[in-house]
């Protein structure tokens, strides 16, 4: 028979504590420190400090539970951790099935968020996690559901990880076609990045400006990611018929980011009908007959990770890309042939990857589905 209790009822709850500042070290004395879900791994704690004091430990098998900011994010304590204040945790009583406990807590976070209060941040007191109403069937049952939820979130993780293996994937073709780009080990030809292409800066936002007599949508440093476009929140501002003339997006323009993470780079496949773009963004247009956008992409993507682009990035205050630095870049030049060939393959990789977001999407509202029917006892 399944019956509705409070969580603090089958569960103790174990509320951090910050411990004196004098204790904190790095030199692994004491106790692992969990101070939030900063140092959550994935799926155990990552503990970045420790402490020499503790008033509060989570012992193995223990639930520890972000209670500020990302509220209901948790990890498995595979050991003997201090709680800080920013976590809590969860030791099941006998009754409750710790695996049971877990995916329930994934089933009840958007509602444990909601009761989040705070002027400053956001956070959840030990009655709010206490008085969380948990259903509760025969322990063989809470068993028995648990295992069907692991087993479909292995699954899922197994999706994510074979579209994981198709990103490293690109990355090992780029690199047998066209070498270390950072060493230039083809030993390619040389050339300024300008000569290759015609680049140039967004639009500056001058709130003066703005009528509201031409608005349009425009492309921001927070939209662009590596090789793919953000649009969930896009903002507008006037562009008269000259600005349009001058920052309209095309198909395969290359927009690299000239602040934030210099050089993070993706194309515009017409996602939207029309768009135009803001000044933290450079606009790179490639010349047809030198280069194509997705050679230029991975290869700014390269250059960023590897370091290649240190010398081009001005950071006095903040990391820039300026305009004048990515026009005199020089950058590996390799046949015309190649890159198209390069671009083949990576829309193979490409439509593979669509296919694996799809079922990882699918796979996703399937779980979800499980979940409530496994909560609501119809599992």
Known sequence: MTVTTRLDHVCDIIMGQAPSGEAYNSDQEGWPLIAGAGDFGEQYPAAKKFTTEASKLSQRGD????????????????????????????????????????????????????KAKGATFKQVNRQDIGELEIQLPP????????????????????????????????????LALFGDPTMNSRKW??????????????????????????????????????????????FEMDFDASDREEFRLKEGDLLICEGGEPGRAAIWREQLSECYYQKALHRA???????????????????????GLGDHVTSATIAH??????????IPLPPL???????????????????????????????????????????
């Open 63 to 114: 639930i520890i539970l972000g209670i500020r900011a990302t509220i209901g994010e948790k990890v498995l304590s595979d050991g003997t951790y201090c709680l800080g204040r920013g976590v809590a945790g969860l030791r099941a009583h006998p009754n409750l099935a710790p695996n049971y406990l877990w995916h329930w807590l994934s089933h009840i976070r958007p509602f444990l968020a909601s």
């Open 189 to 234: 030809p040389m050339h300024p990045f300008g000569e290759i292409c015609e680049s140039r800066l967004g639009k500056m936002l001058d709130q003066k400006q703005q009528t509201g007599k031409n608005l349009r949508p425009y492309l921001r440093n927070a939209n662009v990611q590596w090789f793919q476009f953000d649009l969930t929140n896009i």
């Open 321 to 330: 890309l300026t305009g004048e630095k990515l026009k005199v870049m020089r």
């Open 285 to 307: 247009r490639p010349k047809k007959d030198l280069a194509n956008p997705e050679y230029l992409a991975w290869l700014l993507f390269f250059l960023a990770d590897m370091g």
């Open 139 to 174: 322990l063989a049952d809470q068993r028995r559901i648990a295992e069907i939820l692991d087993r479909a979130e292995a699954l899922r993780a197994k999706r994510r990880a074979a579209l994981a293996q198709l990103d490293t994937l690109t990355q090992a073709i780029f």
């Open 337 to 379: 042939p190649l890159q198209h060939e390069f671009a083949r393959r990576v829309a193979a990789v490409e439509k593979l990857k669509a296919a694996h977001r799809a079922s990882v999407a699918e796979m996703d509202a399937l779980f979800t589905s499980l979940q409530h029917r496994a909560f609501r006892g119809e599992l």
